[in-house]
Each structure stands twice: as structure tokens, then as C-alpha cells.
């Protein structure tokens, strides 16, 4: 069976960041390009859970409550969660708020996001399950062939 085209790009983007999972030093026009290709995968992800039946997967992620102090963000009371993740796609999608983690040493931990709807909760995905995701997604099974782009025509 041929891979949906879609699916393709979101394997091309796993592939692409298991190989920078180890990486120290990010520039800023990486970290942008990849902030770029997250908003861009989930938007992939959300687009294909509504074109085919997919399992309900679950993705882990760690909530943190967000509180103000000094003109300071702090994040408290780390809960690791699970969420289903076309209601993660949407969180994402419509985010006010978007931040890098980094270890100690500089290799990129995940990222931190939040919609306004949510705006006291603050929620970090790990990269690596990140690409996890990218990858479940990807090699997923189509049952169904390619559907056909909806088109409209109008006249003059």
C-alpha cells in the first residue's frame, strides 16, 4: 500500500530530529525552523486523524501550573499526565505560549506550550516523545485509499 504523502513528511521529520536529538549548541534560526515544523507536524497529525479511523493513542505529557512572581514565570507542581492526542493537536495548534526546555547541558529536553483557554497550566512535551508521535502517526495503517481533494469551481 502507498504511504500517505503526509505521512511521508512526518517520517522525514523523525528521521531529521533522532539525528539532532544529542545536539548542544541551537542556534536561533534552528530553533525557529524547528518550532516551524512542530506547529506544521501536529497541524499533519490533526489533519489525518480526521481523514481515518486511527487508534486513540494517548501522549505522555508533564502539566505544570503557571504563577507570576517578580514579572517572573514559575512552573510548579510538575503532573505527568496522558492525553489523547487530537485534543494535544489542538492545544498546540491554537498555543499562546511557546518555550524551548534545555538539560543543563544544553541538549534540547522538549517544549513548553499553552492555549489561552488553559492559560494557567502550562504543558511540556520531550522531544523524544515528540518523535515518537511523529513516528507512531507515520507508519500507521490506511485502510482506506487516498481521498480526493475537495474542490469547488466558480463561475465568471
Not at 489533519?47 to 481515518?52: C, R, S, T
Not at 512552573?75 to 505527568?80: A, C, G, K, Q, Y
Not at 489523547?84 to 489542538?90: A, F, H, S
Not at 481521498?147 to 465568471?156: G, I, L, S
Request: hydrophobic letters at 40%; one cysteine or more.
Amino acid at each position: 500500500m502507498k504511504l500517505h504523502p503526509w505521512k511521508r513528511e512526518l517520517l522525514k521529520l523523525a528521521s531529521d530530529l533522532k539525528k539532532k536529538s544529542d545536539r548542544a549548541k541551537w542556534s536561533s534560526l534552528a530553533l525557529t525552523n524547528l518550532e516551524q515544523n512542530i506547529y506544521w507536524a501536529f497541524l499533519l497529525i490533526r489533519k489525518l486523524l480526521e481523514q481515518y479511523q486511527s487508534p486513540s493513542w494517548d501522549v505522555p505529557v508533564v502539566s505544570f501550573l503557571a504563577s507570576q512572581e517578580d514579572g517572573r514565570l514559575y512552573l510548579d507542581r510538575p503532573r505527568e499526565q496522558r492525553w489523547q492526542v487530537g485534543i494535544l493537536c489542538n492545544e498546540l495548534i491554537h498555543s499562546s505560549d511557546f518555550a524551548w526546555n534545555f538539560w543543563d547541558d544544553g541538549v534540547l529536553r522538549g517544549f513548553l506550550f499553552c492555549s489561552s483557554r488553559r492559560e494557567q497550566r502550562r504543558l511540556l512535551l520531550l522531544f523524544d516523545v515528540f518523535i515518537q508521535l511523529l513516528e507512531a502517526v507515520g507508519n500507521s495503517d490506511d485502510s482506506e485509499p487516498l481521498a480526493k481533494p475537495t474542490m469547488f469551481t466558480t463561475t465568471r
